[in-house]
């Protein structure tokens, strides 16, 4: 039984310390949203599987020793000797404010075909299937593969969770709308950001997205989370943390609060651990890096004092 499976692009990330017109070291690393989220679960004791494409080369290695190091089954992953694995760069400009440039276009990982998840999906049960708009954005076989896991989710009664994640350096917001609405109907648990909610509503409100979706989580950075039910709304502040990188926090908040609904939690519990998570993220530099395990996961409260 895999308890989360997600698919997308993870990419080389190379990280400078300031401004990248000036040059100087950068440091290698690999992120992806999808990814993040699988490494969120392993670290918490669930069973996480990501599937995407790597090109045949040094970061594609990179990308699946890291995962399998991280206990994430990559056993969906496929390799492409035709296409290199992207890349991109990070750049603190200020403090917790960090600046992305993607190398990505024809990547190995913008090949994914929904005959590559499909196939991870006859492998077994899956309880929870994780899915990003960033998937879709990056063309038209990884939208297929959005489009035709969600179906065969919801025909086996897979709980679907999709994150919003737009990205409006790879698409408009009118193409991530036209792509992302529709699938709305099978989804279970929507996440967006205040500023993603007009890509999935022209009502700002999102309790009338609750005609869709069963949750709608929404995510106010600094100032918390708030969860959307038929039956309760359920707000709670953000973790108070000194922001050192805020990259990846919206993929750490979705790996806590999977791993509460994995967990049976109420609402208010699994947002908690959902903030919890998103405190580690923002407090360490790195997406993924600085994520806890289950038994770290009091530290926070140490750390804050609350
Ligand atoms: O929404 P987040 O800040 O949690 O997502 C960050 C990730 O996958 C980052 O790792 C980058 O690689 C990406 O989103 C992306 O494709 O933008
Ligand atoms: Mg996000």
Redesign the pocket.
């Known amino acids: 039984m895999t308890d989360v499976l997600t698919f997308?692009?993870?990419?080389g990330?190379l990280r400078a310390d300031g401004p990248l017109r000036l040059g100087g070291p950068l440091g290698l690393s690999v992120?992806?949203?999808?990814?993040?989220v699988a490494i969120g679960l392993a670290r918490l004791g669930h069973d996480a599987r990501w599937i995407g494409v790597t090109g045949a080369d040094e970061l594609g290695e990179l990308v699946r020793r890291t995962l399998r190091a991280e206990r994430v089954d990559t056993s969906g992953v496929r390799i492409d000797s035709s296409a290199p694995t992207g890349l991109?760069f990070l750049e603190n400009r200020l403090a917790g404010l960090t600046r992305?440039a993607?190398h990505?276009a024809g990547s190995a990982g913008s090949r994914l075909t929904a005959d590559d998840v499909l196939n991870g999906f006859a492998d077994g049960a899956t309880r929870i299937l994780h899915v990003?708009g960033?998937t879709c954005a990056l063309g038209p076989g990884p939208r297929k593969a959005v489009v035709e896991a969600v179906a065969m989710a919801r025909a086996m009664g897979t709980t679907v969770c999709l994150?919003v994640?737009h990205?409006s350096?790879?698409w408009s917001q009118a193409e991530a709308a036209a792509c992302l609405r529709p699938l709305l109907p099978s989804v279970d648990v929507l996440v967006a950001s205040d500023e993603e909610l007009p890509v999935v509503a022209d009502n700002p409100n999102p309790a009338n997205l609750l005609g869709y979706v069963d949750q709608v989580v929404v995510k106010h950075g600094a100032a918390g989370a708030t969860v959307y039910t038929r039956t309760e709304h359920t707000h709670v502040p953000a973790r108070v943390v000194t922001a050192v990188d805020?990259?990846?926090?919206?993929?750490?908040?979705?790996a806590g609060y999977l791993s509460g609904l994995l967990d049976g939690l109420g609402v208010a519990d699994r947002l908690q651990r959902a903030v919890t998570v998103a405190g580690f993220?923002v407090a360490t530099v790195g997406?993924w890096q600085g994520l806890p395990t289950r038994d770290e996961l009091p530290l926070l409260d140490h750390a804050s004092g609350s």
Do not use: P
């Open positions: 997308g692009e993870v990419m990330a992120a992806g949203a999808e990814a993040t991109f992305v993607y990505r990003t960033i994150d994640n990205r350096a790879l805020t990259t990846g926090a919206g993929d750490a908040f979705v993220g997406d």
